[in-house]
């Protein structure tokens, strides 16, 4: 047992994170909000994605990271794409990264825009027509404890970045397909999201056109597990934020890090960043539901609650636009209800606890 | 990333688990747990047992007396061992986890040869003498003086909170052997002895805790003769000493804890579905976010346990992390114990109730949740040092 990385792992982490530094710096991020902050009140879902950059993740492998090598895919696994969705996290990227990598995914079954997302030429976003999640707050979450219940399909449901994406990743309860967007899209209602770096769409739950029989829990799962990825790659990013500017900012002819309530809210954001990375390096190896189910509890817990202690480090810069924070508490929301939301996971996990037999610890 | 274990430790974990189950049922029963004498009979001889199988001081060097088995095997251990049931290291524990791995790392040859082989064996119970009335939190303010006369220091003061130590043999004490002045700042003079519990001139009286029983104890010294060879370190230089021993007591000591209260949610789990509580998703969404807390603390463990086998054996300061989360869970896990049991929950003696009451302790022993968290703050996340 080593659970710490290897040195590739090590390596493709910090090659990610060069990336990001290079191509989507705090500039280009500031440059997204602030074209939606302007355009606000204008009806429209706003923040169109940087296709080049896309296709620049299409090159480095980014959607394409578990494809096999025989088919121009680089043949790593779980982890890996974790470490590098840690990192998408970690500097906001913006854009439905999980479907279009899950999309890449799907490339085996000859769907042609599997191709193309694997070479980061095609936008996939991506719709739970159970209603239970998929950026949507709609009722009838269902978890894992049998019941299922739920009127999914004429719940309305939010999709992200539906204007600028080619196809729809659905997922039905047992079943997937893909749609292209522009089928999707006249029914579709742009919402004013929260979040001015995701715009979103309400739409009616959709399971036409589903074709990939029995896969929608692997894919549900994952795309689980990718999202709290990205929720432990800003909670950790918030921690840094906090500690940098406890360390700069002076009240009382001292640094606000040496006192002690700063310094404990600090402690506290690191107990809670370090915990949800215990357990998503742990999912992704294991790929156990219920393991999937604690790493999307405590990465939500972690990226939510740290970017509103990031928050209150900051004082009153903490609640101006300019500050970055806001940016990373409100994606950490949007996150939180995609796919599986703390209610279905803490049913699931509730619901192991009384199977016999379900691995324990 | 791998979490798998080897052949070797499947083997391992194998034969452990033989063993256990043929040993298991010859234990006599448990003793009460106010009654300290059978206590540390009952973890004696479950030490002596583990002693004559081969699985003392486990994870110890050779050179000390153990098995120089890896920390995954350690690991596999105490993950075993609590699954199986076994007794707790109990009485045990200030010498297994604590005072020996210090003598391992610190002590002299003749100093390792004398304490450590009756610790492995069960034969010698130590307790921890550094809380005193005036310096808990603010440990290198103790006052315990230790004045030297010739081979012979004569030591006078105060310890408190000494867990178990009516029944201990030794005390690891941390004494004063330098006034604290300008060129001697407090934790420069503080040297680290082994205090044998039966000197003259040592009192212990029992201190009854909020559980009811007698758990600690204070310890008076009055002008007790230590033999100079007993100082472990160099005079002055315990408060170093010192921290290679709380390092140990923060990175493995709450491992087995972490199986038990993942047990004890799989038992409340189990109680709520007969009792009708599981019908409150209230409750229900508490227990699975429960599940999710022991999950990562046992990851958390797998991650130090990692690390410390990458930098070679003494934990690092991730220990805080695991013990400031450890220590809120434990206490959430107990209150909703209370929830599922309901009016139970007021029975003094309903195993969960004793248990809910102990976790009390859990965010104050071994350095409080706050003290943890200035650890954090200043020694990882390098904030610059507050007043
Ligand atoms: C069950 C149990 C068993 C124990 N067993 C042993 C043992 O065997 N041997 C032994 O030596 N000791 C033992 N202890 C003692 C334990 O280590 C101390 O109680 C602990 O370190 C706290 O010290 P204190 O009790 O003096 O509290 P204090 O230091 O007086 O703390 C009181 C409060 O002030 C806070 N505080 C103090 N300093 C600071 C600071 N700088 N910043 C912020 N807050 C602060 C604390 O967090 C706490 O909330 C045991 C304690 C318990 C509860």
Known sequence: ?361 | MDLSCTEDEEDFRHRLRAWLAAVLPTLPPRPDPADWPGRRAYDCGWQRMLHDAGYAGLHWPEEAGGQGATPTQHLIFLEETERAGAPYVGANFVGLLHAGPTIAAEGTAAQRARWLPPILRGDEVWCQGFSEPEAGSDLAALRTRAVREGDTYVVSGSKIWTSHAEVADWCELLVRTAPVNQDTPKHRGISWLALPMDAPGVTVRPLRTLAGTAEFAEVFLDEVRVPVSHRVGAENDGWRVTMVTLSFERGTAFVGEVVACRRVLESLARTAKTNGRWDDPVLRRRLGRLAADCAALWRLTQWNVSEAQRTGGVPGVGGSVFKLRFSQVRQELYDAAAEVLGPDALDAEHEWVTGRLSSLSYTIAAGTTQIQRNIVAERILGLPKGR
């Not at chain 1, 001015?196 to 894919?219: F, K, M, N, S, Y």
């Not at chain 1, 790659?233 to 002076?250: I, M």
Request: glycine share 12%.
């Open chain 1, 1 to 361: 047992m080593d659970f710490m990385l290897t040195e590739d792992q090590g390596a493709l982490r910090t090659g990610m994170r060069t990336l990001m530094e290079r191509r989507f710096p705090r500039a280009a991020l500031r440059a997204v909000v602030d074209a939606v902050g302007d355009a606000v009140g204008e009806g429209t879902a706003g923040g169109a994605l940087d296709r080049s950059l896309w296709r620049e993740l299409g090159a480095v492998g980014f959607f394409a990271l578990r494809l096999p090598q025989a088919v121009g895919g680089v043949g790593l696994g779980l982890p890996e794409a974790v470490l590098a969705f840690e990192e998408a996290g970690r500097a906001l990227l913006p854009g439905p990264l999980v479907t279009t990598h899950l999309a890449a995914g799907l490339s085996a079954t000859g769907l042609s825009v599997a191709g193309a997302a694997a070479e980061g030429k095609a936008v996939v976003t991506g719709l739970d027509a159970t209603g239970a999640t998929a950026t949507t707050g709609a009722t009838g979450a269902t978890g894992a404890t049998g019941a299922t219940g739920a009127t999914g399909a004429t719940d309305a449901v939010l999709v992200e970045h539906l204007a600028s994406a080619d196809a729809v990743l659905v997922l039905g309860e047992e079943d997937a397909g893909m749609r292209p967007a522009e089928e999707v899209l006249p029914s579709a209602a742009a919402v004013r999201s929260v979040d001015p770096a995701t715009p979103l769409h309400r739409v009616r739950g959709e399971t036409r056109a589903l074709r990939q029989r029995g896969t929608a829990a692997r894919l549900r799962r994952e795309a689980a597990l990718l999202t709290a990825a990205q929720q432990l790659g800003s909670a950790a990013r918030t921690v840094e934020l906090a500690v940098a500017h406890a360390g700069e900012r002076v009240q009382f002819g001292r640094m606000i890090g040496t006192f002690q309530a700063v310094q404990h809210l600090c402690a506290s954001m690191l107990v809670r960043a370090e915990t949800a990375r215990s357990v998503v390096y742990a999912a992704a190896i294991t790929e156990d539901p219920g393991d999937v189910a604690a790493a999307t509890l405590l990465a939500d817990e972690a990226a939510v609650r740290n970017a509103r202690d990031c928050l209150q480090v900051h004082g009153g810069m903490g609640f101006t636009w300019e500050a970055d924070v806001h940016l990373h508490l409100k994606r950490a929301w949007v996150r939180a209800e995609q796919w599986q939301t703390a209610a279905a996971a803490e049913e699931e996990l509730a619901a192991r606890l009384v199977l016999t037999g379900a691995p324990c610890l």
